[in-house]
């Protein structure tokens, strides 16, 4: 694929607020997920393998030196998570004011969110009393079933 494709798709889904972005072109295929952050934004590509290559056609090349994995620090506490797949509101309406904001106490069984899922809104109530110290899913966002939704510490 493409060098400049990839990068426009990779500034696309860095735009949108898409998650997730997954192409394939022939035997080619590339996976784009977003994963978002409060303070930062970053993007993981996959791109897996293309047809298997004859051993003879590699040209030989210096070993490469291991790159040690960058693992963000996450916020310790309870994970709040999607109890089903849809969109995430932060608040009822758009003119209404958030349910909770970062560094917010709540209480168990006080509403964190909303989830619309086949036109329903489903009000997610934490299950936990604390402090938010983390929002994981952007207004408007697409979310997973199981997927993370806030930490409460």
């Known amino acids: 694929m493409d060098l400049r494709k990839l990068k426009t798709l990779i500034d696309l889904v860095a735009e949108s607020g898409v998650s997730e972005l997954e192409i394939s072109e022939g035997e080619e ?19 897996p393998q293309q047809a298997p290559v004859a051993v003879s056609d590699i040209p030989a090349a210096a070993p490469a030196a291991p790159v040690a994995p960058i693992v ?19 608040a009822q309406n758009p003119e209404s ?11 168990a069984g006080q509403t964190l969110c909303i989830i619309e899922a086949m036109k329903l809104l489903n009000e997610i109530e934490a299950d936990v009393a604390g402090v938010i110290k983390e929002i994981c899913v952007v207004n408007g966002q697409g979310v997973e079933y199981d997927q993370p939704l806030f930490i409460i510490g």
Not at 72 to 90: A, C, D, I, L, N
Not at 97 to 107: A, H, Q, S
Request: charged letters at 20%.
């Open 72 to 90: 963000p620090e996450v916020p310790s506490g309870h994970v709040m998570k999607s109890p089903m797949v849809g969109t995430f509101y932060r």
């Open 97 to 107: 004011p958030e349910f909770v904001r970062l560094g917010d106490t709540v209480k």
């Open 29 to 47: 295929r590339v996976r784009i997920v977003n994963h978002r952050a409060p303070s930062a934004q970053a993007t993981q590509v996959f791109i």
